[in-house]
C-alpha cells in the first residue's frame, strides 16, 4: 500500500516538472524592466505616489460640529 502511493506522488511530480520544463521562461532583468516601465506607465495617476486631495478622501477625519465642543 505505502509502495503504491509512493508512486503515485512520483508520477505526479515528473508530471508537474513537464509541465514546468515546458514552460517559456523570461529572463530576470526584461521581466524588472517590464515591471518599471508598467509602474511608471501610469505613476502621476496613483494616489499611493501622488496623494489623495483632502476634499476627495473618503478617509479623512469627519469635521466636529463647533457647538458640541
Known sequence: F??????????RMVQQL???AGLNQAKVSQ???DMK???Q????HDPLL??????????R?????????
Open 50 to 59: 501622488t496623494g489623495v486631495s483632502s476634499s476627495t478622501n473618503p478617509f
Open 2 to 11: 505505502p509502495y503504491s502511493i509512493k508512486k503515485i506522488s512520483e508520477g
Open 37 to 39: 516601465q508598467f509602474c
Open 41 to 44: 506607465q501610469d505613476a502621476q
Open 18 to 20: 513537464w509541465l514546468e
Open 61 to 69: 477625519p469627519q469635521k466636529v460640529c463647533s457647538f458640541l465642543q
Open 31 to 33: 521581466a524588472a524592466a
